[in-house]
C-alpha cells in the first residue's frame, strides 16, 4: 500500500512567501572561511569560502541543534553538480542567506557521494513530499534528524523567504512541524517494509522470464534509443540485461533496442566526440545536450556495455568508444596509484560547458582550410551555434562507415582525415582552463572499474586492460580492505575513511568474482567470499532475507534504507544476489543458493512488473529460469583457453579452473599433459573437449535447443 499523507507546512511556507512576501535581509557579513576547510571531500571544500556556518555530519553538529533546539538544513549534492553550484554561488556565498542560516538554523553540508546513506533518506523525503527530487537536495529537520520539508534547487531570494518563514513557524508553534517530521519519518521507513512483497512459491520459469517483456518494451524509445522521456540517462544496466535477454530468448527486437541505444549514445553530444567519455545525461530526448560531468560508475558500466555489445555486433564503432573512453578514464580520472577519482566538474569558469564547445571561429582558428568543411559537415557544426551562445556541441548523424557511403568519399582516406583533425582539436581544447576534478577514489565505482577492463579484455583481447584491472583490485585490496573483510568507502590523501556500505561490498565482492573467473587465480574468489561472508554477519535482514544499505552496527540515522531498485548503479542487493548465486555454484555452498533464490523470489512480482526499475534482478532470473553452464576449464593452458572462450559472449556460463583441483567442480577432472574444457550444468558434465571452439558449439547447440539435454549431458 503506497504511503499516504497530507504534509500541509511545505506548501503554506512557499504560499506564504509567494503571495505576501518575506522580509529581504540585506546585511553583509565578512567570513575568512569556515570548518568545511578541513573537511576530506572536495565538494564540501568547495563551500569552505561561504560565510554559512557549515558543518559535517557528526555528533557535533546533531548535538548543537538539540543543545539549542534548532531545526537542522541538510544541504546534499555531489562535485560535478551544476546546479550545486549555481546554489553555491548564489545563495550560500549570500552573507544576507548566511546569516538566517547561522542565526536560526544549524547547516550540514553533505557529499552524497560519500554519504549515499543520508542521501537516500532525505531523497526518500524529497519524493514523497513533492513526487520528484534531484540535486542539490535541501531538507529541513528537527533537531533528531525526522525532517518535515525538503526540496532541490532555490534562489537566494526564495531560499531566505523559505527559511524565515520555517524559523517562525518552529519558534512559534512547532507542534505541526513535528507532527508532520513523525508522519514522513515513517513513511520513509515504510518503503522498506518487504511485508507486500509477492513471494514466487514456485521456481521461475522460462515463460516467466520471456514474459518480462510484456511490460519493458512500451517504455522503449525504439527511434533513438534508451526510454522514453524528455530527459535521457544512459542506465547503462537496463541494454546489459537486455542484451542478455536476447541472448536467452533470441528475441531480435530485444537486440535491436540494444543496438539503437549504443548507436545513438554513441554519437550523441552526450558522448565526447573529442576526447571520449560520456557526460552524465541529456536533457533532451535525442542524446544531443548534455549536463557535461562525466562519472566515474557511467563510464566503468557503458565501457563493460558496449564490450559486451561488441562480441554480438562487432562494430568498429563500438570498438573506438570502448578505447576512447578508457583513454579518458585514465588521462583525466587515473590517481597514478590503479585506482579512479570520481568525476569530473560540468563547470569551467561558472559556465556549464565551456571546456567542451566550440564556436565555428575557434575551429576555423585550430583547423586547416581544408578540414573545415570535413569537420563542420560530419560534427553538424552551425555558423551561429547550435546550443547556446553561439557554441556548437559536436555530435553525429551516423557512423564513420556510413558518412564515407553517403558522402562518396573513400573510408579510410576519411578515417585518417578525421582522426588527424581530431588530435588538433583535442590539443586546442587542452589549453582551455580544464573541469576541476572530484579527486576521492570511491570502492564501489572503482570496482566498477575493474569489471570494465575485464569485459574490455575479453572483448578486444588487449592483455594491457587485464593488467589494469589487477592493478585496481591490488589497490582497492591494499588501500581499502581490513584484514576482517571490512571496508572503507572513499580514499584520499594517502587514507581510506567513511566505513563502507552494501554497494562496495557488493560491487567489490563482484569484481573479485569476476577477476577469479578470468584468471583463474583462487585467491581472488577467497577474497570474495570474505567480503559476502563479512556483508551477510553486519548487513543482512535475516526476516526478510534482504540488505541493509548500512551495517546493523553502523547505523544512527533516522531510518534504515534497503536498495532494491536498479537506477544509475545496479542496486545493491540485486548485485548480492548474484554474488551468492555464483560463489554458491562455484563453492557448492547450498545456504548461499538459498539466500539468492530468497532474494529473487521476494522480488518477483515488482520485477515483472515493471523490469525498467528492476533490469540487473531480471539477469538474475533469466539465469534461474533457463539455468547456468559451469565451464571448468584444467590443466597447464587453462588461462589461455579461458581467454578464448570467454571471447564469445556467454553471459549465463560460471567459469573456473586452473592447474589444481581446488574446487569441487573441478575434483577428478585434472589430466595430465593436457588441458580439457568440461561444459556443465547443474553439475552434469559433457565429456571433456580441447578447443575453445568445440566448447562454445557445445554451449551453443544446448542453448538453441538444437540437441536435447539427455543427448548432450553425461
Given at each position: 500500500?503506497?504511503?499516504?499523507?497530507?504534509?500541509?507546512?511545505?506548501?503554506?511556507?512557499?504560499?506564504?512567501?509567494?503571495?505576501?512576501?518575506?522580509?529581504?535581509?540585506?546585511?553583509?557579513?565578512?567570513?575568512?572561511?569556515?570548518?568545511?576547510?578541513?573537511?576530506?571531500?572536495?565538494?564540501?571544500?568547495?563551500?569552505?569560502?561561504?560565510?554559512?556556518?557549515?558543518?559535517?555530519?557528526?555528533?557535533?553538529?546533531?548535538?548543537?541543534?538539540?543543545?539549542?533546539?534548532?531545526?537542522?538544513?541538510?544541504?546534499?549534492?555531489?562535485?560535478?553538480?551544476?546546479?550545486?553550484?549555481?546554489?553555491?554561488?548564489?545563495?550560500?556565498?549570500?552573507?544576507?542567506?548566511?546569516?538566517?542560516?547561522?542565526?536560526?538554523?544549524?547547516?550540514?553540508?553533505?557529499?552524497?557521494?560519500?554519504?549515499?546513506?543520508?542521501?537516500?533518506?532525505?531523497?526518500?523525503?524529497?519524493?514523497?513530499?513533492?513526487?520528484?527530487?534531484?540535486?542539490?537536495?535541501?531538507?529541513?529537520?528537527?533537531?533528531?534528524?525526522?525532517?518535515?520539508?525538503?526540496?532541490?534547487?532555490?534562489?537566494?531570494?526564495?531560499?531566505?523567504?523559505?527559511?524565515?518563514?520555517?524559523?517562525?513557524?518552529?519558534?512559534?508553534?512547532?507542534?505541526?512541524?513535528?507532527?508532520?517530521?513523525?508522519?514522513?519519518?515513517?513513511?520513509?521507513?515504510?518503503?522498506?517494509?518487504?511485508?507486500?512483497?509477492?513471494?514466487?512459491?514456485?521456481?521461475?520459469?522460462?515463460?516467466?522470464?520471456?514474459?518480462?517483456?510484456?511490460?519493458?518494451?512500451?517504455?522503449?524509445?525504439?527511434?533513438?534509443?534508451?526510454?522514453?522521456?524528455?530527459?535521457?540517462?544512459?542506465?547503462?544496466?537496463s541494454w546489459d540485461a537486455l542484451l542478455q535477454?536476447?541472448?536467452?530468448?533470441?528475441?531480435?527486437?530485444?537486440?535491436?533496442?540494444?543496438?539503437?541505444?549504443?548507436?545513438?549514445?554513441?554519437?550523441?553530444?552526450?558522448?565526447?566526440?573529442?576526447?571520449?567519455?560520456?557526460?552524465?545525461?541529456?536533457?533532451?530526448?535525442?542524446?544531443?545536450?548534455?549536463?557535461?560531468?562525466?562519472?566515474?560508475?557511467?563510464?566503468?558500466?557503458?565501457?563493460?556495455?558496449?564490450?559486451?555489445?561488441?562480441?554480438?555486433?562487432?562494430?568498429?564503432?563500438?570498438?573506438?568508444?570502448?578505447?576512447?573512453?578508457?583513454?579518458?578514464?585514465?588521462?583525466?580520472?587515473?590517481?597514478?596509484?590503479?585506482?579512479?577519482?570520481?568525476?569530473?566538474?560540468?563547470?569551467?569558469?561558472?559556465?556549464?560547458?565551456?571546456?567542451?564547445?566550440?564556436?565555428?571561429?575557434?575551429?576555423?582558428?585550430?583547423?586547416?582550410?581544408?578540414?573545415?568543411?570535413?569537420?563542420?559537415?560530419?560534427?553538424?557544426?552551425?555558423?551561429?551555434?547550435?546550443?547556446?551562445?553561439?557554441?556548437?556541441?559536436?555530435?553525429?548523424?551516423?557512423?564513420?562507415?556510413?558518412?564515407?557511403?553517403?558522402?562518396?568519399?573513400?573510408?579510410?582516406?576519411?578515417?585518417?582525415?578525421?582522426?588527424?583533425?581530431?588530435?588538433?582539436?583535442?590539443?586546442?581544447?587542452?589549453?582551455?582552463?580544464?573541469?576541476?576534478?572530484?579527486?576521492?577514489?570511491?570502492?564501489?565505482?572503482?570496482?566498477?572499474?575493474?569489471?570494465?577492463?575485464?569485459?574490455?579484455?575479453?572483448?578486444?583481447?588487449?592483455?594491457?586492460?587485464?593488467?589494469?584491472?589487477?592493478?585496481?583490485?591490488?589497490?582497492?585490496?591494499?588501500?581499502?580492505?581490513?584484514?576482517?573483510?571490512?571496508?572503507?568507502?572513499?580514499?584520499?590523501?594517502?587514507?581510506?575513511?567513511?566505513?563502507?556500505?552494501?554497494?562496495?561490498?557488493?560491487?567489490?565482492?563482484?569484481?573479485?568474482?569476476?577477476?577469479?573467473?578470468?584468471?583463474?587465480?583462487?585467491?581472488?574468489?577467497?577474497?570474495?567470499?570474505?567480503?559476502?561472508?563479512?556483508?551477510?554477519?553486519?548487513?543482512?535482514?535475516?526476516?526478510?532475507?534482504?540488505?541493509?544499505?548500512?551495517?546493523?552496527?553502523?547505523?544512527?540515522?533516522?531510518?534504515?534504507?534497503?536498495?532494491?531498485?536498479?537506477?544509475?548503479?545496479?542496486?545493491?542487493?540485486?548485485?548480492?544476489?548474484?554474488n551468492l548465486f555464483i560463489l554458491g555454484t562455484?563453492?557448492?555452498?547450498?545456504?548461499?543458493?538459498?539466500?539468492?533464490?530468497?532474494?529473487?523470489?521476494?522480488?518477483?512480482?515488482?520485477?515483472?512488473?515493471?523490469?525498467?526499475?528492476?533490469?540487473?534482478?531480471?539477469?538474475?532470473?533469466?539465469?534461474?529460469?533457463?539455468?547456468?553452464?559451469?565451464?571448468?576449464?584444467?590443466?597447464?593452458?587453462?588461462?589461455?583457453?579461458?581467454?578464448?572462450?570467454?571471447?564469445?559472449?556467454?553471459?549465463?556460463?560460471?567459469?573456473?579452473?586452473?592447474?589444481?583441483?581446488?574446487?569441487?567442480?573441478?575434483?577428478?577432472?585434472?589430466?595430465?599433459?593436457?588441458?580439457?574444457?568440461?561444459?556443465?550444468?547443474?553439475?552434469?558434465?559433457?565429456?571433456?573437449?580441447?578447443?575453445?571452439?568445440?566448447?562454445?558449439?557445445?554451449?551453443?547447440?544446448?542453448?538453441?535447443?538444437?540437441?536435447?539435454?539427455?543427448?548432450?549431458?553425461?
Amino acid at each position: 500500500m503506497a504511503f499516504k499523507i497530507k504534509f500541509i507546512l511545505p506548501f503554506l511556507i512557499l504560499t506564504l512567501c509567494t503571495l505576501a512576501g518575506c522580509k529581504n535581509e540585506t546585511e553583509k557579513e565578512l567570513t575568512k572561511g569556515n570548518r568545511l576547510a578541513r573537511a576530506n571531500s572536495p565538494y564540501l571544500q568547495e563551500h569552505a569560502d561561504n560565510p554559512v556556518d557549515w558543518y559535517e555530519w557528526g555528533p557535533e553538529a546533531l548535538e548543537k541543534a538539540r543543545e539549542e533546539d534548532k531545526p537542522i538544513i541538510i544541504s546534499v549534492g555531489y562535485a560535478s553538480c551544476h546546479w550545486c553550484h549555481v546554489m553555491e554561488r548564489e545563495s550560500f556565498m549570500d552573507s544576507s542567506v548566511a546569516k538566517i542560516m547561522n542565526r536560526d538554523f544549524v547547516s550540514i553540508k553533505i557529499d552524497r557521494e560519500e554519504r549515499p546513506d543520508i542521501d537516500k533518506i532525505y531523497m526518500n523525503a524529497a519524493q514523497l513530499l513533492n513526487g520528484s527530487g534531484g540535486w542539490p537536495l535541501n531538507a529541513v529537520t528537527l533537531p533528531n534528524g525526522k525532517p518535515f520539508f525538503a526540496g532541490t534547487y532555490f534562489p537566494p531570494e526564495e531560499w531566505k523567504n523559505i527559511l524565515t518563514q520555517i524559523a517562525k513557524a518552529y519558534k512559534e508553534n512547532k507542534e505541526p512541524l513535528i507532527k508532520t517530521a513523525n508522519a514522513l519519518t515513517e513513511g520513509i521507513k515504510s518503503t522498506n517494509k518487504l511485508g507486500d512483497l509477492g513471494m514466487k512459491q514456485n521456481k521461475i520459469s522460462k515463460d516467466d522470464y520471456i514474459a518480462l517483456m510484456e511490460a519493458w518494451e512500451p517504455k522503449f524509445d525504439t527511434a533513438k534509443g534508451g526510454y522514453r522521456g524528455e530527459e535521457k540517462f544512459p542506465l547503462p544496466v537496463s541494454w546489459d540485461a537486455l542484451l542478455q535477454y536476447y541472448y536467452l530468448t533470441e528475441n531480435e527486437k530485444a537486440l535491436e533496442m540494444v543496438k539503437t541505444t549504443l548507436d545513438n549514445l554513441a554519437r550523441g553530444g552526450i558522448y565526447d566526440q573529442l576526447g571520449g567519455g560520456f557526460s552524465r545525461y541529456t536533457t533532451d530526448p535525442d542524446w544531443l545536450i548534455p549536463h557535461f560531468e562525466k562519472m566515474l560508475y557511467d563510464n566503468a558500466q557503458l565501457i563493460s556495455l558496449y564490450s559486451k555489445a561488441y562480441k554480438v555486433i562487432p562494430s568498429e564503432e563500438y570498438k573506438n568508444v570502448i578505447v576512447e573512453t578508457i583513454q579518458f578514464v585514465e588521462r583525466e580520472l587515473s590517481n597514478n596509484e590503479g585506482g579512479f577519482y570520481s568525476s569530473l566538474n560540468a563547470d569551467t569558469d561558472g559556465e556549464e560547458g565551456k571546456y567542451y564547445v566550440w564556436s565555428l571561429e575557434e575551429l576555423r582558428n585550430t583547423l586547416a582550410p581544408s578540414e573545415i568543411d570535413l569537420v563542420t559537415n560530419y560534427f553538424n557544426i552551425e555558423p551561429y551555434g547550435n546550443w547556446e551562445r553561439g557554441k556548437n556541441i559536436l555530435f553525429r548523424k551516423s557512423s564513420m562507415e556510413e558518412f564515407a557511403r553517403r558522402e562518396g568519399v573513400d573510408y579510410s582516406k576519411l578515417q585518417t582525415s578525421l582522426n588527424e583533425a581530431r588530435k588538433k582539436l583535442l590539443k586546442q581544447r587542452q589549453t582551455r582552463i580544464q573541469p576541476s576534478v572530484d579527486d576521492k577514489s570511491l570502492t564501489s565505482w572503482n570496482a566498477l572499474m575493474i569489471e570494465a577492463y575485464l569485459e574490455a579484455f575479453l572483448a578486444l583481447n588487449n592483455p594491457e586492460y587485464l593488467q589494469r584491472a589487477i592493478d585496481g583490485a591490488n589497490f582497492l585490496n591494499e588501500k581499502m580492505l581490513s584484514p576482517d573483510s571490512s571496508l572503507w568507502r572513499s580514499y584520499k590523501d594517502g587514507k581510506g575513511r567513511i566505513a563502507a556500505f552494501l554497494d562496495d561490498y557488493a560491487m567489490l565482492s563482484q569484481a573479485y568474482i569476476h577477476l577469479y573467473q578470468i584468471t583463474l587465480e583462487k585467491e581472488w574468489l577467497t577474497k570474495a567470499n570474505k567480503i559476502v561472508d563479512y556483508a551477510i554477519s553486519n548487513f543482512r535482514d535475516d526476516t526478510s532475507g534482504m540488505f541493509y544499505y548500512t551495517s546493523k552496527t553502523n547505523n544512527n540515522l533516522v531510518a534504515q534504507k534497503m536498495e532494491l531498485d536498479d537506477n544509475v548503479i545496479p542496486s545493491s542487493n540485486s548485485v548480492m544476489a548474484k554474488n551468492l548465486f555464483i560463489l554458491g555454484t562455484l563453492l557448492e555452498q547450498e545456504e548461499y543458493l538459498k539466500m539468492s533464490e530468497k532474494m529473487m523470489s521476494q522480488m518477483y512480482d515488482l520485477t515483472m512488473e515493471d523490469p525498467s526499475f528492476y533490469a540487473n534482478w531480471t539477469k538474475l532470473m533469466g539465469t534461474n529460469a533457463f539455468g547456468a553452464y559451469e565451464i571448468a576449464i584444467v590443466g597447464h593452458s587453462a588461462q589461455q583457453k579461458n581467454f578464448q572462450v570467454q571471447n564469445e559472449y556467454l553471459p549465463t556460463s560460471i567459469f573456473m579452473g586452473g592447474n589444481e583441483e581446488n574446487l569441487p567442480l573441478l575434483e577428478n577432472k585434472l589430466v595430465e599433459g593436457e588441458t580439457l574444457i568440461y561444459v556443465c550444468q547443474n553439475k552434469t558434465c559433457k565429456y571433456p573437449v580441447s578447443l575453445a571452439e568445440e566448447a562454445i558449439e557445445i554451449i551453443g547447440k544446448y542453448h538453441s535447443g538444437r540437441e536435447e539435454s539427455t543427448n548432450i549431458w553425461n
